[in-house]
């Protein structure tokens, strides 16, 4: 016993709290079907691999920002027909595929009509493919960013932006971002271009992003990287906000 009590002290110097925790009851089914030191140290790293994997996915959850866990089958694809025409690729983009070809998603379409859903609700499935997510709206996004060029922290900031194999953005469109946001904005998509995946909800067609962001050149060039190798979905309808009581 006291021996058992050493080995357990050492797997938690060494972190391996989970084998630590369950020492004595794997030793005692050894004892019992007769199990040799493989079959034993084996059961071990199998507990510790899956909680070390549990806890991860609670790490990326955490990280994420999401709030929210939607999955896609609380979405109403009856609610318009768009919803029904894109059903397939909206399932194949819970594949998670996008996201190891760095491909992006831009969601177009009114307010209500489940941009915001679907993003989340993918942001929600690449968490529990333990892939690092990060949720903002665009206006969070410029406004911490701009913060941070003015306190000279901008290069780390940006690299907050960088660094999650996937960002959504949400809300692009509902206020203009003006020069510098824009420019912020654009250092934003072109630093993750073919490197990261990004998920852009949007209520503007491309041809009124100049509305937003400072000039139409600079809209052109953020929606040429957008659009470069994308899955562009619009969907219609009226707000799905109006149906629920």
Same mark, same amino acid.
């Given at each position: 016993?006291?021996?058992?009590?050493?080995?357990?002290?050492?797997?938690?110097?060494?972190?391996?709290?989970?084998?630590?925790?369950? +020492?004595?009851?794997?030793? @005692?089914?050894?004892?019992?079907?007769?199990?040799?030191?493989?079959?034993?140290?084996?059961?071990?790293?199998?507990?510790?691999?899956?909680?070390?994997?549990?806890?991860?996915?609670?790490?990326?959850?955490?990280?994420?920002?999401?709030?929210?866990?939607?999955?896609?089958?609380?979405?109403?694809?009856?609610?318009?027909?768009?919803?029904?025409?894109?059903?397939?690729?909206?399932?194949?983009?819970?594949?998670? @595929?996008?996201?190891?070809?760095?491909?992006?998603?831009?969601?177009?379409?009114?307010?209500?009509?489940?941009?915001?859903?679907?993003?989340?609700?993918?942001?929600?499935?690449?968490?529990?493919?333990?892939?690092?997510? !990060?949720?903002?709206?665009?206006?969070?996004?410029?406004?911490?960013?701009?913060?941070?060029?003015?306190?000279?922290?901008? +290069?780390?900031?940006?690299?907050?932006?960088?660094?999650?194999? !996937? !960002?959504?953005? @949400?809300?692009?469109?509902?206020?203009?971002?003006?020069?510098?946001?824009?420019?912020?904005?654009?250092?934003?998509?072109?630093?993750?271009?073919?490197?990261?995946?990004?998920?852009?909800?949007?209520?503007?067609?491309?041809? @009124?992003?100049?509305?937003?962001?400072?000039?139409?050149?600079?809209?052109?060039?953020?929606?040429?990287?957008?659009?470069?190798?994308?899955?562009?979905?619009?969907?219609?309808?009226?707000?799905?906000?109006?149906?629920?009581?």
């Amino acid at each position: 016993m006291a021996d058992q009590e050493q080995l357990r002290g050492k797997l938690l110097q060494l972190r391996m709290k989970t084998m630590a925790s369950h +020492l004595a009851e794997i030793l @005692d089914q050894a004892a019992a079907k007769n199990l040799g030191p493989v079959e034993i140290l084996t059961r071990l790293a199998e507990l510790e691999i899956e909680q070390r994997w549990h806890n991860s996915i609670a790490l990326r959850w955490r990280q994420s920002a999401l709030v929210e866990k939607l999955t896609i089958d609380q979405f109403d694809f009856h609610h318009h027909k768009s919803r029904m025409e894109q059903k397939a690729r909206i399932l194949n983009l819970l594949s998670l @595929d996008f996201v190891k070809e760095h491909r992006d998603v831009i969601l177009i379409g009114n307010p209500g009509t489940g941009k915001t859903f679907i993003a989340k609700a993918i942001g929600y499935a690449a968490c529990n493919a333990n892939i690092k997510v !990060l949720f903002t709206t665009a206006m969070d996004m410029i406004n911490s960013l701009i913060a941070a060029e003015a306190d000279r922290s901008l +290069l780390k900031k940006l690299a907050v932006y960088q660094k999650p194999e !996937l !960002l959504i953005c @949400d809300e692009l469109g509902y206020l203009s971002l003006g020069q510098q946001g824009s420019n912020l904005f654009f250092q934003v998509i072109s630093n993750r271009h073919k490197q990261k995946s990004t998920i852009l909800t949007t209520n503007l067609p491309f041809a @009124d992003w100049g509305n937003v962001f400072d000039s139409t050149t600079v809209a052109t060039a953020i929606a040429d990287r957008l659009v470069y190798n994308s899955e562009v979905l619009i969907l219609g309808g009226t707000s799905y906000r109006r149906k629920e009581p």
